[in-house]
């Protein structure tokens, strides 16, 4: 048995757009088309595609690798050898740029998706079922707010010192998912109230389908845009933590260790040392800010007047 | 409605009392005091080192739920135990507190002000020049996390000395007071040379943050009924927008305010150490770094209850702000 896939009053053919637009396809370009109008969107997306190019290939522009000590050039400025000059053990801080780069993006991403994913399930998971399942969940929201999430880290710090950086990604994302939960549980509450979940659930659909085909679907935007604003926020806790020694160690970087080894550099001659690290940082921030604002205004559904097309 | 404030005020004393045992459990067993003593040069006696250890309820002989208990019992009864360098928990604590709240405090207020002043004046100023310059500041300084603004202002300071030459540095970056700072105006004098940089690396990300939802607050109210009410009743319009839009858009924003507030008390890390203020947040890095459990725990503590006195506040902060809310 087939079950009807009704789309929440978010179809196209609600904006009058006319049938032209076929129902399959039609919000995801709409949505694209909205994006694209935002020019600081579209500039955020295209300095992200570019600082994600320069990470993954900007190490091809120097000979030096992040770990290698140029003891000829300690504390150099920027030359045609040293992009970003070097520090006082000889990096060369054009090559720990890149190598940090790469891993703040990394850490970023993984830790939105798997912050954002637990939080989407356990938010809906919480509403839909309800009872006992929403007063536990509920509870345990609250209990990891109460929690200082970054002292937390900080305490726990010792168990990932010495084991593969990738550890940062659950250990961040364990603290990064109540607040999207709570707000997931809201949106959820209403939805799971309207005919058409309420429809699939009278003619036998499993709870964790009628989640997955009925109510992600009708949460997804808050989802889309918590992803992307996830990603600067797990970036600046994963360079917060490596900033203060809690994170990510030698022979590993990432923006956080860099950043910290040019401050000490901020207050002297050598200021350089610091600011270019801190630039691709602010610059990466910057862009994923853009992007999820742009998309918030895009996925909005009560956007109105010429937006709306 | 008192038996709710009660059982709410109950649940949240429970999430504080395993919040804090969850710091404890954590840093007891990620922390290894003995270790530190070991790599010690030169090396401690074993019978100093164990005296020591027990001294400071961090054997690790004993079972990590022996010493909680210990702990546990220990804070019912205020004692909160022994730092690593063998003084009193609270000793220090009734110490560093004070710095932090004399590192937060011009910040926390300065903030809240300016905050709301400059998100309203945007709202009321929507698509102007002013508007469209503001929210781009905000978003740079939502995309610089306080460790790269702090050593960022430091750069700035640096170079302005520089500039400006004389044998004294104009901006001070570095601890609390200058110690030969001689007379009540020196003094004070040189304490707000010291606070400037930190509290400005403290409020500017409160103030685009507050901004930015006071803006979206007055926009609400900009275009309401009893705003064009006040005005038609002959209000003149900076009158009418202060003490009808601004004050009825605040309410929201207000309880944001109590929050960051609140818990910036609990958490000035990064500025504490880039700007070398002994507070709370040095204090406990400090602790991770010399494996310190009962110094960790107690600021773990401390932070909870400030999150806890955040959220009661915050909603008597909205109930006395706003006449259609009763407690």
């Not at chain 1, 790469?102 to 830790?111: A, F, T």
């Not at chain 2, 740079?140 to 540095?169: E, H, S, Y």
Request: charged share 15%; net charge positive; aromatic share 12%.
């Amino acid at each position: 048995m087939s079950i009807p896939i009704i789309d929440s009053g978010q179809t196209p053919d609600v904006l009058g757009d006319g049938p032209a637009v076929s129902v399959q396809s039609g919000r995801a370009r709409l949505v694209w088309r909205r994006f694209r109008r935002n020019k600081l969107a579209m500039v955020g997306l295209v300095g992200l595609v570019l600082l994600f190019v320069f990470a993954f290939t900007g190490g091809h522009l120097t000979h030096w690798s992040p770990a290698e000590n140029d003891f000829v050039n300690t504390q150099s400025a920027p030359s045609s050898d040293h992009l970003f000059g070097t520090d006082d053990a000889g990096h060369d801080m054009f090559a720990q740029t890149v190598s940090g780069m790469q891993k703040s993006l990394i850490i970023g991403l993984l830790v939105a998706a798997l912050s954002t994913g637990t939080a989407g399930i356990l938010g809906t998971a919480a509403a839909y079922f309800g009872g006992w399942w929403d007063k536990a969940i509920v509870w345990f929201t609250d209990l990891f707010l109460v929690v200082p999430s970054l002292l937390m880290l900080i305490i726990l710090s010792p168990y990932f010192q010495g084991t593969n950086w990738i550890i940062l990604v659950p250990m961040i994302a364990l603290f990064n998912w109540m607040i999207t939960s709570r707000v997931v549980r809201g949106m959820t509450l209403t939805v799971r109230e309207r005919e058409f979940v309420r429809a699939a659930r009278y003619m036998g659909v499993p709870s964790w389908t009628i989640i997955r085909r009925h109510i992600l679907p009708n949460i997804s935007s808050i989802l889309i845009v918590d992803f992307t604003l996830n990603v600067g926020a797990a970036i600046i806790t994963e360079s917060f933590l490596s900033f203060l020694g809690f994170g990510i160690r030698t022979p590993d970087v990432s923006l956080g260790t860099v950043i910290d080894d040019g401050s000490n550099f901020a207050s002297t001659d050598q200021w350089y040392l610091f600011a270019f690290p801190a630039a691709f940082l602010v610059l990466i921030i910057l862009c994923v800010n853009f992007i999820g604002d742009g998309l918030r205004d895009a996925l909005d559904p009560n956007s109105t007047g010429g937006s709306a097309r | 409605m008192g038996a709710f404030i009660v059982r709410r005020l109950l649940n949240y004393v429970v999430l504080v009392f395993i919040a804090t045992s969850l710091a404890y459990l954590g840093a007891a067993t990620a922390f290894h005091p003995k270790d530190q003593y070991l790599q010690k040069n030169p090396p401690t006696p074993a019978v100093v080192m164990y005296h020591e250890l027990d001294e400071r309820n961090g054997n690790p002989d004993k079972p990590v739920l022996e010493r909680y208990v210990k702990w546990v019992d220990g804070v019912a009864h205020g004692d909160f135990g022994k730092t690593w360098q063998l003084d009193s928990v609270q000793k220090h604590f009734s110490i560093s507190v004070w710095v932090t709240v004399r590192l937060v405090s011009v910040a926390a207020v300065l903030s809240a002000i300016l905050g709301v002043l400059i998100g309203s004046f945007q709202a009321v100023r929507q698509y102007k020049l002013s508007d469209h310059s503001i929210t781009f500041a905000s978003y740079l300084i939502f995309a610089m996390p306080v460790f790269v603004l702090a050593p960022f202002l430091k750069l700035i300071a640096v170079q302005v000395n520089k500039a400006v030459g004389g044998d004294t540095p104009l901006l001070q970056y570095q601890g609390e007071i200058d110690p030969n700072a001689t007379g009540f105006f020196g003094q004070l004098f040189s304490r707000a040379d010291h606070l400037l940089l930190p509290t400005i690396s403290l409020s500017l990300g409160l103030i685009a943050f507050y901004s930015r939802y006071q803006r979206g607050t007055m926009l609400d109210v900009m275009g309401s009924d009893f705003l064009r009410t006040a005005r038609a009743k002959g209000l003149r319009k900076g009158r009418a927008i202060l003490k009808h839009g601004v004050r009825t858009a605040v309410i929201p924003v207000m309880t944001l305010v109590t929050y960051s507030t609140i818990t910036t008390f609990a958490g000035a890390i990064i500025t504490e150490r880039v700007f070398g203020w002994n507070g709370l947040g040095s204090w406990f890095t400090d602790a991770t770094r010399h494996a310190d459990v009962n110094s960790v725990a107690m600021i773990t503590l401390f932070s909870a209850v400030l999150v806890l006195i955040a959220g009661m506040l915050s909603d008597v902060i909205t109930a006395v702000l706003d006449p259609r809310v009763r407690l």
